[in-house]
């Protein structure tokens, strides 16, 4: 059975209420992604609307105060055991435009499935461009992070992040693997060190 739904007390202040089209949906068709905090809402990276709506608020913040970094945390689709995301019909209009098929056909493993998962990887990708290439002309001094899902061999799959083109291209200057648990570290660190090359950095935080 689903887990019981929570809902915040502010929830009606949030973007999740005010802009519901702007949520990823899941395969299921769940706008939301649980886990033990509650439900979390993801801003869908192919609906444009919201992108350029999240890349105006950068710009206000590099426009107005000098920043010495920008950090990118949740730049990735949501992951959740079992379930899929990405599947709104302007996502999969996109897809089917280019592949001819429908993702909602699309079974994991099956045809179509690494040209489904490269297709969201690509956008989430783009959409990090932007945001850097925008930081380069607003605040060219300013450095731009990312939290990445540490496990690269995997986190294309789970998480639809790229993190290793990101920092093979040099495409952000730093990235924070999310590696929670002091027994995986070693492991993880070293995929990112070799990610990293002599251009980028990678910080690991001990809790």
């Excluded at 945390?73 to 089917?96: A, V």
């Amino acid at each position: 059975p689903s887990p019981t739904r929570i809902i915040s007390p502010s929830y009606s202040e949030s973007l999740a209420a005010k802009k519901p089209e702007w949520l990823c949906i899941s395969k299921s068709g769940n706008n939301y992604v649980y886990n033990e905090y509650g439900n979390g809402y993801f801003i869908n990276p192919a609906n444009e609307e919201a992108c350029d709506y999240l890349l105006s608020v950068y710009e206000y913040l590099m426009s107005n105060y000098r920043l010495d970094a920008l950090q990118l945390d949740y730049i990735r689709y949501p992951y959740e055991s079992g379930e899929y995301f990405g599947y709104d019909e302007h996502t999969r209009d996109l897809f089917k435009a280019e592949y001819g098929a429908d993702p909602a056909d699309i079974t994991a493993g099956g045809t179509h499935w690494d040209e489904w998962i490269d297709f969201r990887c690509d956008i989430v990708t783009d959409f990090v461009k932007r945001i850097v290439e925008t930081a380069a002309e607003k605040a060219p001094w300013m450095s731009v992070s990312a939290d990445i899902a540490p496990n690269l061999s995997e986190s294309r799959r789970t998480h639809l992040q790229d993190a290793e083109k990101w920092m093979k291209n040099g495409i952000i200057n730093s990235a924070l693997p999310m590696a929670y648990g002091n027994n995986v570290v070693p492991m993880y660190a070293g995929y990112t060190v070799e990610a990293c090359g002599d251009d980028v950095f990678s910080y690991i935080g001990l809790g």
